[in-house]
């Protein structure tokens, strides 16, 4: 059957135009048990374009047609998908456009079949598009999912006419095909919900573990618009004013989204203030629409991102003008991502909103030690100075004045140290920790993200660690302070790295110590399993302050395949200090 009807139309837009696959069906010649073998073929298939390929081909073998199709059409009755055979791919192309379901196509019942000797005698028969291959003998019949009609069985040119037989046949077939489809759609629905929920998660690890906040509300939009089909994702976010503005968009014609404010009493307001997600058909035919950029689309999707109450922002998901709208399932499934994405958003708001609570805590207690103790100690100082001044002055012994200045060094030196541990303090709390511990605990925490506890191989001059503590102790003399704290960060950025983006099963740290001082160097290595480096990286600020770190300390860095071909290498070296 031609991807076409009878008469002129428009180009086949934002559906998909394939011819079917040869999938061999092996029938006996038995109509009951071929029959009943074309249904299994047909049922057996979960992926709906296997489904419609099978129904096309078993319909053509079973009734002896040379051309037949499908034609899936949405509610509003536009064609979607069409998948044909008989055609030469060559005369498909030149039509290019799926047909309308008017003239003869038109006619086909929501339930049983048409059947006709010649379609061009009927009297709703308008005539073929250039191109189109006649036509005579035609059967057509609705698949129908539930109590809807999914798509339209195309059949014609068999030779002798169709029978009243092959119309049992092909309602039969339509029935089953029916119950495929729906199967079809409920796996689809169920894995769809599963990666929107999955992408949840990931949001929410991201997050609490401390992803950089910009990065995580564009993994956001990325991963909501790779799994909902959509051609652009967009956020749109309060702003100055309490104004709501789209503040990151990716995808098609993102550029012109991004810094638009949405109008006030438009869907993107009311999803925010009242919580629940909008489904558009076509912004570009909408009369309610205020945003003129917004226009340039079609069916659009609006998810609150929202948790107890609180509007964090809309998720916005857009799709090409003629494109298959979104549904109600994927409205649920994305309004379940876009609270989970809120909810791990306002944790990482509270998180950071107590960090600097604890910050301010630490400098009033800081504040509060140089006061009691440092400062106290030097204006104690300062009063004896000024007493050695005044005998001084007079005339005293200076034996005496001598013991009194010691006094004073003395308190001045012990300042200096007060100074220091209280300076020390502001330090990562961990500075007072080994390297060695440091490490082991780095691992531990990793653990949540990678879902697996990493392999930690720590040495000293190529030889493990003893359980004395000894080793440790002569780890933490060769590093020193600063390169232990580039050390840990290394560790903890190669670990981040691979629970974010190498989807491994196994990691490995490794981290050597040889030699001692300028001649010794400390040698770091995280390497994983997973899926390695992509063809094009968007970001580097973390590899590119592991670089830094290198190049403050006159060493290297590397990042690049594992030696096995599989996964990631990490490599970080620097000299002892």
């Known amino acids: 059957m ?3 009807d ?13 011819e079917v696959d040869a999938l061999p069906v092996p029938f006996t ?28 081909q078993v319909s053509a073998e079973l009734t002896g047609a040379r051309y037949a199709a499908i034609n899936v059409v949405d509610a509003r009755g536009a064609s979607t998908t069409f998948v044909y055979t008989g055609v030469p791919t060559a005369v498909a192309r030149m039509m290019g456009h799926a047909p309308h379901a008017f003239g003869v196509l038109g006619q086909i019942p929501a339930e049983g079949a048409l059947r006709l000797d010649d379609l061009r005698e009927h009297p709703a028969f308008i005539g073929f598009p250039r191109e189109h291959p006649p036509m005579g003998s035609f059967l057509g019949a609705s698949v129908r999912v539930g109590n809807q009609v999914f798509g339209q069985l195309y059949l014609s040119e068999k030779a002798g006419g169709f029978t009243a037989a092959d119309e049992r046949t092909v309602i039969a ?19 769809r919900r599963e990666h929107w929920l999955r992408a949840g998660q990931d949001i929410a690890t991201m997050l609490l573990e401390g992803i950089d906040e910009e990065e995580a509300l564009e993994h956001i939009a990325a991963t909501a618009r790779e799994i909902a089909g959509a051609d652009v994702a967009a956020l749109a976010l309060p702003g100055v004013g309490g104004q709501l503005f789209i503040e990151l968009a990716a995808g098609h014609e993102s550029a012109r989204l991004v810094g638009a404010r949405m109008p006030e009493g438009g869907r993107a307001w009311t999803v925010m203030t009242e919580g629940r997600g909008l489904l558009t058909p076509s912004l570009s035919q909408s009369r309610s629409v205020k945003l003129e950029v917004m226009r340039a689309f ?10 107890s109450g609180r509007g964090v922002g809309v998720l916005i998901l857009l799709r090409r003008i003629g494109a298959a709208p979104f549904d109600e399932s994927d409205l649920a499934t994305a309004e379940s991502f876009a609270a989970q994405a809120a909810l791990a958003y306002v944790l990482a708001e509270a998180r950071h909103a107590q960090d600097i609570a604890a910050l301010l805590d630490e400098r009033e207690r800081i504040a509060r030690d140089l006061h009691d103790l440092a400062i106290q100690q030097l204006f104690a100082t300062g009063m004896q100075l000024e007493t050695v001044r005044r005998r001084s002055a007079r005339g005293v012994d200076p034996a005496e004045l001598t013991s009194i200045v010691e006094e004073a060094l003395d308190n001045v030196d012990s300042s200096v140290r007060q100074i220091r541990q209280i300076v020390y303090a502001l330090r990562d709390p961990d500075a007072a920790t080994g390297l060695v511990e440091r490490l082991r605990r780095e691992a531990s925490l990793a653990r949540t993200g990678l879902g697996f506890a990493p392999s930690m191989v720590l040495t000293l001059d190529g030889h493990g660690l003893s359980d004395d503590g000894i080793d440790e102790d002569l780890v933490d003399e060769r590093t020193g302070t600063d390169l232990t704290d580039d050390v840990v960060a290394v560790v903890r950025e190669g670990l981040a790295n691979a629970a974010r983006h190498a989807h ?6 490794r981290v050597d110590v040889r030699g001692t001082g300028p001649l010794g160097v400390v040698h770091v290595e995280v ?7 992509p063809p094009t990286r968007d970001r580097s600020s973390g590899t590119g302050n592991l ?20 996964g990631t290498l990490l490599t970080w070296q620097s000299p002892l200090s």
């Open 298 to 307: 079609g069916p659009a999707m609006f998810a609150p991102l929202q948790t």
């Open 173 to 191: 077939l339509a029935a089953a095909a029916g119950v495929a489809v729906a199967n079809a759609q409920l796996y689809a629905e169920a894995a």
């Open 527 to 533: 390497e994983d399993d997973g899926v390695g480096l």
């Open 504 to 509: 491994a099963a196994s990691v490995t740290v």
């Open 2 to 4: 031609s991807p076409h």
């Open 29 to 56: 010649g038995d109509a009951l048990h071929d029959l009943l073998d074309a249904i299994l073929a047909v049922a057996s298939e979960l992926d709906l374009p296997e489904v419609l390929n099978r129904f096309v």
């Open 547 to 566: 670089a830094a770190r290198a190049r403050q300390h006159g060493g290297t860095f590397t990042l690049g395949a594992a030696p096995t071909g599989t």
């Open 6 to 18: 009878e008469g002129p139309g428009a180009p086949f837009r934002g559906g998909v135009l394939s």
